[in-house]
């Protein structure tokens, strides 16, 4: 049996401030840190490691339905901004601009730092588009972009942050609008199958789609404080951009046609995401399949004798182990206990403890992050138990997440139903609504900031708006969200 240790390394309890737990497991736990530039932050590699393993995954997906990695300019130029009225409006808040470069002093023409960059992509890409026989095209590029916010929190709003953004060209509407489907479903994918987050997919109301876009879609995530968080979206821009810009082909009619066109985001507050959705007062739980580390293992000893006795043993099977799992070993001078913990913290799946005795026994201990549950296993196969091991443990924190929503998920018929619910809780509230703009700031201003989250266009509802009480056109999901 492998001798145990207590140690324990503080953080605030989620139970207990669930804002300040956030930001002490995001830094104790070494994913980012607060930069000295206000609004930025740096990602530190074991965060880092998390977001390359999203954008390996989804990098694939789109590549694998034809889509093709680009890069384009950092700086916008004023008059290309402006050309696009309602995305413009929608953006000049957060928008940063350059109006001095060294010696040469002040611009000519403002520059714009991207926030997004559908207006330079597409005045880029137009001269590539002559013919319907040049579409569509599928462009897609991973940068940072720049929206000034100062009200900062570490992955999930910063005023510099890491995304992908697809902006794509179609010469057919159904084309484009089955684009934005097949997009939201990767996001689907990665949200659920990778970071185990069981998400809400739909269309945004009126107020919540993206400026200049005809509609947009978006995945809705719950996290454990019972607010939502938009971990993706995917917008359909119909010929708004196309027009603005010029961007058009020659139809097989022979005829001069607009592009329809989309565009879709995701960024690195789905590793934000992926923390508050599955943490608790311990620390981060990573789901496996992009863990940086899957499985740890924690040597056990006091003596050089011991020592040589347990790295020995542990060679026996390690090259197998690493073969099948990303694996690590830890040789550090610290304590057990201080190990245990700092594993725990960093919320590594698995955790290997090998002493004296189970080197005699032939076996290790093995510790589950999810359950706390700890039993012996031999180490005969361990090549094949842990790849099961992590499997299970990847459904069953996913299981954990879809129960936590289901148990916070509530129905209501009336405005004054919803606002006595969010006065006690959070959570997702789906109830009718008519469709109307007013009636949906009614709920927002009334609620203290209560918003739609997004609705399924092919559920047909019954009843009348919980705020006119004239007939229902959609069910929505209410929630306050970060």
């Not at 490691?49 to 034809?66: H, L, T, V």
């Not at 402006?82 to 601009?97: L, Y």
């Not at 004054?416 to 809780?425: A, G, V």
């Not at 009636?439 to 739609?452: L, M, N, P, Q, T």
Request: hydrophobic fraction near 40%.
């Amino acid at each position: 049996m492998t001798e145990t240790f207590e140690y324990v390394k503080e953080i605030t309890k989620m139970s207990v401030d669930f804002d300040r737990w956030y930001t002490d497991v995001v830094r104790k736990a070494e994913m980012a840190d607060y930069s000295g530039v206000r609004g930025c932050m740096v990602i530190r590699p074991y965060g880092y490691a998390m977001w390359e393993a999203i954008q390996r995954a989804f990098d694939d997906m789109i590549k694998s339905s034809g889509h093709e990695n680009w890069y384009f300019p950092l700086l916008i130029p004023e008059e290309l901004l402006m050309k696009e009225a309602e995305h413009i409006e929608g953006f000049t808040p957060e928008v940063a601009w350059v109006t001095e470069a060294g010696r040469s002093g002040k611009l000519d023409q403002r520059l714009a730092i991207r926030p997004t960059s559908e207006t330079i992509i597409g005045s880029i890409v137009r001269r590539y588009i002559q013919s319907h026989r040049d579409l569509p095209q599928l462009t897609n590029q991973w940068c940072n972009v720049l929206r000034w916010e100062m009200r900062t929190r570490l992955f999930l709003r910063t005023a510099e942050f890491l995304w992908q953004e697809g902006h794509t060209f179609h010469a057919f509407e159904a084309e484009a609008k089955e684009e934005v489907d097949r997009i939201l479903e990767y996001y689907r994918e990665v949200a659920e199958d990778w970071l185990a987050m069981p998400v809400l997919v739909g269309v945004k109301s009126r107020s919540e789609t993206f400026a200049g876009a005809v509609y947009s879609k978006s995945i809705e995530a719950m996290m454990r404080d019972g607010l939502a968080l938009q971990a993706g979206t995917s917008h359909f821009l119909g010929q708004n951009f196309s027009t603005a810009y010029e961007i058009s082909f020659t139809n097989r009619d022979n005829q001069r046609e607009f592009c329809w066109t989309t565009s879709w985001g995701m960024s690195t507050r789905m590793v934000g995401g992926l923390i508050m959705a599955h943490g608790d007062d311990r620390g981060l739980i990573v789901p496996p399949r992009i863990a940086p580390t899957q499985v740890v293992v924690v040597p056990i000893f006091r003596t050089d004798e011991e020592r040589a006795r347990v790295e020995a043993f542990i060679e026996t099977w390690e090259k197998a182990v690493r073969a099948e799992c990303r694996l690590k070993v830890d040789w550090s001078d610290n304590r057990p206990g201080e190990k245990f913990n700092n594993w725990e913290l960093k919320g590594v799946p698995l955790r290997l403890a090998v002493g004296p005795r189970d080197v005699e026994a032939r076996e290790v201990q093995l510790a589950d992050r999810l359950t706390g549950e700890k039993r012996q296993v031999p180490c005969a196969g361990l090549f094949e138990i842990l790849p099961h091991e992590l499997k299970k443990f990847q459904n069953a924190l996913y299981q954990r997440a879809l129960d936590f929503r289901a148990e916070n998920t509530f129905e209501v018929a009336t405005l004054q139903q919803l606002l006595d619910h969010f006065k006690e809780r959070n959570g997702f509230v789906w109830a009718p609504w008519c469709g109307s703009e007013e009636c949906e700031a009614r709920v927002k201003d009334e609620s203290g900031g209560v918003s739609i989250r997004n609705y399924d266009p092919d559920e047909k509802p019954s009843g009348v708006c919980l705020v006119c009480g004239r007939p229902a056109e959609h069910r929505v999901a209410f929630a306050r969200a970060y």
